[in-house]
């Protein structure tokens, strides 16, 4: 547990320290985000932050995964250990750049799709996947028997990789809402991971987990000290899609595998918010005539503040309704272990 902490608070101090350095340097590559009719906020604000959290995640993980490989019994160990850990990183590293770029110079939503689905595939071969679920069939992990997904599971990953992604982007419309809900996101996986890994007796992948998810959570809680309403500072498309990819991947190599029929249920409910806004989106432009992959206002944050909350008020609220699902998703998660 003192590992997990250390990870967290140096993911933390590293994101609050640059993200002031990563703002100017925003400011004057000109990566700024425009207000239009479809934005809240009035004035234009640098984007690019995710390049903080990034490094915030980078090192904090790199502390943790020294303090693991010092343990290990052998270097080929750790490595084969870490391999899906790490090739989730290398691929995820790509799609920050990427939308690094589309901050920049902003690409179609085509593009954007096919770069996160290619992703999605990549990280298939460091051993990222979701094979199957383990159905119940006497009420516990023990008893419970794997149904693989076969040929299936290259375009389910896929899919599901590039779903999460996208959508932690497109909840990225109020000023710390996308962070927040990362952060929180990711303490309930290194929760579960924690508990697998006691319950179950099985120290990886899930302190591998733990450690990635704390990174994730530090990262992310230094820099909503920024880009909490009045923001000062976005993280872009990159940031928000990094972490999106990032989170995805660590419940495809933890949460899918450890538990049982509830493996279905428990990612979902951990990152409900952002799905539940992404069905949402969908229907209502369906039911519009709205083409679906055009940006609007008509997402769950849009509708509060429609509503008279605040800025605040909804994010808070928003919060409130993540947090309730990812104790929700840990307490079956705990269930499903037995």
Do not use: C
């Amino acid at each position: 547990m003192k590992t997990i902490t250390a990870v967290f608070v140096i993911s933390l101090i590293v994101s609050y320290l640059l993200t002031p350095w990563v703002r100017e340097w925003a400011i004057r590559a000109g990566v700024m985000d425009i207000p239009d009719a479809r934005r809240v906020h009035q004035e234009p604000i640098p984007r690019w932050g995710g390049l903080a959290i990034y490094i915030g995640v980078l090192l904090g993980m790199l502390a943790g995964l020294i303090r693991l490989y010092l343990l290990a019994p052998s270097a080929e160990v750790f490595f084969a250990r870490a391999m899906p850990l790490l090739g989730l990183l290398l691929v995820g590293t790509g799609v920050l750049l990427f939308g690094m770029l589309d901050d920049k110079r902003g690409f179609s939503a085509f593009v954007q799709a096919g770069v996160l689905l290619l992703a999605g595939l990549a990280v298939q071969a460091f051993g990222v996947q979701i094979e199957g679920f383990r159905a119940p069939l006497g009420g516990s992990f023990e008893h419970a028997r794997w149904i693989p997904f076969g040929g299936w599971a290259i375009p389910i990953t896929a899919v599901w990789m590039f779903v999460i992604s996208k959508t932690m982007d497109t909840i990225d419309g109020l000023d710390g809402l996308a962070v927040g809900v990362s952060a929180i996101a990711a303490l309930a996986l290194a929760l579960m991971a924690l508990q697998a890994a006691n319950m179950l007796n099985q120290p990886y992948p899930n302190w591998l987990i733990a450690i990635s998810a704390a990174a994730i959570a530090g990262a992310s809680a230094g820099f909503l000290r920024y880009n909490f309403n009045p923001a000062r500072i976005f993280m872009g498309t990159g940031g928000a899609q990094f972490l999106g990819f990032m989170l995805a991947g660590l419940a495809v190599i933890g949460a899918f595998k450890a538990a049982t029929i509830f493996a279905i249920v428990i990612p979902v409910l951990v990152f409900g918010l952002p799905l539940l806004d992404a069905v949402n989106v969908v229907i209502r432009r369906v039911l519009s005539g709205h083409p679906i992959h055009k940006p609007d206002k008509r997402h769950i944050h849009h509708q509060l503040l429609e509503w008279g909350l605040s800025h605040r008020q909804t994010v808070l609220l928003l919060y409130g309704v993540t947090l309730l699902l990812a104790l929700l998703a840990v307490w079956l998660f705990i269930r499903a272990l037995g």
